[in-house]
């Protein structure tokens, strides 16, 4: 069986989980599996590097250098603490001091000129996954493994010249993936791809956007025609609802592709949509599983799961701090062309649209979206449509949260929505604004921030969603 496994930020966060990582894959690897591992960068180190370059760019050198210390300082801890033996951590160091006095050159770089381009940027957000991956080969092979690092661009993973969120060139990237990768796998050897970051024809670094190891797992796996990819979590599993916030949560032993979509959509950390796509599109299961318990079969995303009688509702999630947009004006009617000029001006500001709805008498469009993005959104949109003769107001509500409720089994199903809004009541918990998709397989709504908890758990009830 051959299987792509990958490992998020928290599973190796520092020098003990690396290990645990390290001896994960070994027991899989003993018991026969053939195995191809995709890494992300420790935790939080993306956003570190983030924020290194947008201070670089203010020409901060200072900060770069305390970053520079920091970064090298964990990473070294890391390293010592999970890598036994003194030539293979000599080794792994050389590479990993390597790439980050390259990343010091780049940052003092973006000092010196003041500016940070996307493609610059790309360069420094990469290189958390590009320090993490020889950690890991290094700890492999202190385990006894034959194994070898990659960058994604190395493993064969080629993408336009979108910096940020590059899209992968398929079929070059197939062929080349597989044949890197088929020689390593065939000889025993374990290959450690750092995840997120890909290149261009031209072997410019590109990143490949938010839940970007993700996908790259997904890419790698249509590459080596893998069984399954498994994405391992702290989690048993992808969950009915969040069990901080619902006791009575239990694990989901299959779900669909579009099930687990939406559910990602709509907060659950699962696994990013663009990589779910990719699977679906080339038919590769994923499986949720759980390094606190590996042996523990985890949920399996799969093409379709046959849905039971009575089996209506699959999961409640809920994005917990989101804000409320509203766009109004008795002359949007019959303007169609403003919904699509909103929309555009929140992409260019980068702003994550969560959820549309729009009154019938097409006076108001409303639109949510995360909480952090409502100041710079607020003002994109003053500054364009106010004073304009179809807006009169631009109004944003805070302290809300986002509960969709999420199914195959509720596609043609009626009376559905008159449950979840009649429990809604009955539970004396307001709606603010409604959607639903047209696939039908979720219903989702906004409510206050405080009312969350109670609509999820209400809603897990009435569903009979608890184990």
């Not at 599983?289 to 089996?311: C, H, M, Q, R, Y």
């Not at 009376?415 to 429990?423: E, I, L, N, S, Y």
Request: proline share 3%; with cysteine; glycine share 8%.
């Amino acid at each position: 069986m051959r299987v792509v496994m990958k490992f998020g930020g928290i599973s190796v966060a520092d020098g003990d989980k690396l290990r645990r990582v390290g001896t994960l894959v070994r027991r899989f690897h003993k018991d026969g599996l053939q195995i191809v591992v995709v890494i992300s960068a420790m935790h939080s180190v993306t956003d570190s590097l983030a924020e290194i370059a947008r201070r670089a760019s203010q020409g901060k050198r200072e900060s770069v250098r305390e970053f520079i210390d920091s970064l090298t300082a964990r990473h070294k801890k890391a390293a010592e603490e999970a890598i036994m033996d003194e030539r293979i951590l000599r080794h792994s160091l050389d590479i990993v001091m390597t790439r980050i006095e390259e990343l010091k050159n780049i940052l003092l770089g973006i000092a010196h000129i003041g500016e940070l381009t996307p493609r610059s940027k790309d360069y420094v957000i990469g290189y958390g996954e590009k320090l993490s991956a020889p950690m890991l080969h290094g700890v492999l092979d202190d385990l006894g493994m034959k194994s070898k690092s990659l960058t994604g661009g190395e493993a064969g993973i080629v993408t336009d010249d979108r910096f940020g969120d590059a899209t992968p060139l398929m079929n070059l990237t197939t062929l080349q993936v597989r044949q890197t990768l088929e020689p390593l796998i065939d000889e025993g050897s374990i290959p450690v791809i750092s995840g997120f970051v890909a290149s261009t024809q031209e072997g410019i670094q590109t990143t490949l956007g938010r839940g970007g190891s993700d996908f790259s797992a997904s890419i790698v796996g249509v590459g080596i025609k893998a069984d399954e990819i498994w994405v391992w979590k702290d989690v048993d599993g992808i969950m009915t609802a969040d069990p901080k916030l619902v006791k009575a949560a239990r694990m989901i032993d299959t779900i669909s592709f579009a099930e687990a979509m939406e559910l990602a959509h709509f907060g659950a950390e699962v696994v990013h949509p663009k990589a779910l796509e990719c699977a679906a599109r080339y038919g590769l299961p994923f499986r949720v599983k759980s390094t606190k318990d590996p042996d523990l079969p985890g949920t399996s995303i799969v093409a379709e799961v046959k849905v039971k009688a009575g089996d209506v509702v699959k999961a409640i999630t809920n994005i917990g701090d989101a804000s409320l947009i509203t766009v109004s004006g008795a002359s949007m009617v019959g303007t169609p062309r403003l919904a699509a000029k909103v929309l555009q001006i929140l992409t260019d500001e980068d702003v994550d649209v969560l959820m549309i709805s729009q009154s019938s008498s097409e006076e108001s469009i409303t639109l949510a979206i995360p909480r952090t993005s409502g100041p710079k959104a607020r003002n994109a949109l003053e500054l364009s449509l106010l004073g304009s003769k179809q807006v009169r107001e631009i109004s944003v509500e805070d302290g809300l949260s986002i509960v969709a409720v999420v199914g195959a089994g509720m596609r043609g199903t009626p009376g559905v929505a008159a449950r979840v809004f009649g429990t809604m009541a009955k539970n004396d918990v307001n709606i603010r604004a409604i959607a639903q998709g047209s696939s039908e397989l979720n219903i989702s709504f906004i409510v206050k921030k405080a009312d969350a908890k109670q609509a999820i758990e209400a809603l897990h009830e009435i569903f009979k969603l608890g184990a």
